[in-house]
């Protein structure tokens, strides 16, 4: 199983990037996949999640409204697009997944506790003011 997160760079405040999370060997039909963060000197975030088995999805307060996850099945990818970035978005940012059919209330408890199957290695975003 390999995650790929991708789509990370520079970027000036309120513009906007989107970040792929690109999943193989294992079949895209059963997981909830997560976006975390993590900015220099600062703890690990969950940023947001989608769940296959419903579609739905979770967002941290710092960046509701302005991200948004989905997921193409066809091409075993999640993105994350992210709008109106700001200086404090600036983080390097990467995907987990849990496998089988996981609600979006149990990957927000599996994040917090930052136990997941699998990792990608992460992909860094800066955002200057």
């Known amino acids: 199983v390999q995650l790929q997160a991708s789509g990370g760079g520079l970027v000036q405040a309120g513009g906007s990037l989107r970040l792929s999370c690109g999943a193989s060997g294992f079949s895209f039909d059963h997981y909830a996949i997560g976006w975390f963060r993590q900015a220099p000197g600062k703890e690990r975030e969950g940023v947001s999640c989608?769940?296959?088995?419903?579609?739905?999805?979770y967002y941290a307060d710092s960046v509701k409204g302005r991200f948004t996850i989905s997921s193409d099945n066809a091409k075993n990818t999640v993105y994350l697009q992210m709008n109106s970035l700001k200086p404090e978005d600036t983080a390097v940012y990467y995907c987990?997944?849990?496998?089988?059919?996981?609600?979006?209330?149990?990957?927000?408890?599996?994040?917090?506790?930052?136990?997941?199957?699998?990792w990608g290695q992460g992909t860094l975003v800066t955002v200057s003011s």
């Open positions: 989608i769940s296959s088995s419903d579609g739905s999805t």
């Open positions: 987990a997944a849990v496998l089988g059919d996981t609600t979006v209330q149990a990957m927000r408890v599996m994040m917090a506790s930052g136990i997941l199957d699998y």
